[in-house]
T-cell receptor
Framework: EDKVVQSPLSLVVHEGDTVTLNCSYE??????LLWYKQEKKAPTFLFML????IEKKSGRLSSILDKKELFSILNITATQTGDSAIYLC??????????FGQGTRLTINP | EAGVTQSPTHLIKTRGQQATLRCSPI?????VYWYQQALGLGLQFLLW???????NRGNFPPRFSGRQFPNYSSELNVNALELEDSALYLC????????????FGPGTRLTVL
């Protein structure tokens, strides 16, 4: 069965801390891995990763994919309260079928 | 640029009824996707429409169906509602040339009593 597993499921840190969110996957077909941020309802796109070892960066967020070990990490440095959200990892298996993990609920305390 | 829009925001139905949810994609996007996010579960892929055709379907029973109109908007129909259909239903859209990048709407919260 295809699955995407995220860890931890929940994380509480203080403002300014650096966090690492994990995503591992076991799927029959792999086209890309995506990260989304879900604050209230609509997930917003963060990154798409297709190649191993190439870091994608956007401000304080960065992500990398390891296709050999079948995982990806999302790093957030110098966290702010506005980073509090659920972070979703998904694998696109092709034919636009996204398999999502359960998400990591990140809470940043001031 | 307007994002993906969905209606209604909330929908309350009783068991056995039918629900119709609507989605308008971002202008220029031809692909529309439907997902179910039930409490405690991750997003589950439901359906993918492109150019008016159903292209792929997740592991959901046939009472979940939909269609895409010539203007690329889409409808999701859920027949014979069951209590476990209560969930947030999210619609997403993408460009035909960038199918991996899906933009999500705010969702419709369906409650089945």
């Amino acid at each position: 069965e295809d699955k995407v597993v995220q860890s931890p499921l929940s994380l509480v840190v203080h403002e300014g801390d650096t966090v690492t969110l994990n995503c591992s996957y076991e799927v029959t077909n792999f086209r890309s891995l995506l990260w989304y941020k879900q604050e209230k309802k609509a997930p917003t796109f963060l990154f798409m990763l297709t190649s191993s070892g190439i870091e994608k960066k956007s401000g304080r967020l960065s992500s990398i994919l390891d296709k050999k070990e079948l995982f990806s990490i999302l790093n957030i440095t110098a966290t702010q309260t506005g980073d509090s959200a659920i972070y979703l990892c998904a694998v696109n298996q092709g034919a636009q079928k996204l398999v999502f993990g359960q998400g990591t609920r990140l809470t940043i305390n001031p | 640029e307007a994002g993906v829009t969905q209606s209604p925001t909330h929908l309350i139905k009783t068991r056995g009824q039918q629900a119709t949810l609507r989605c308008s994609p971002i202008s220029g996007h031809t692909s529309v996707y439907w997902y179910q996010q039930a409490l405690g579960l991750g997003l589950q892929f439901l359906l993918w429409y492109d150019e008016g055709e159903e292209r792929n379907r997740g592991n959901f029973p046939p009472r979940f169906s939909g269609r895409q109109f010539p203007n690329y908007s889409s409808e999701l129909n859920v027949n014979a509602l069951e209590l476990e259909d209560s969930a947030l239903y999210l619609c997403a859209s993408s460009l035909a040339l960038a199918p991996d990048t899906q933009y999500f709407g705010p969702g419709t919260r369906l409650t089945v009593l």
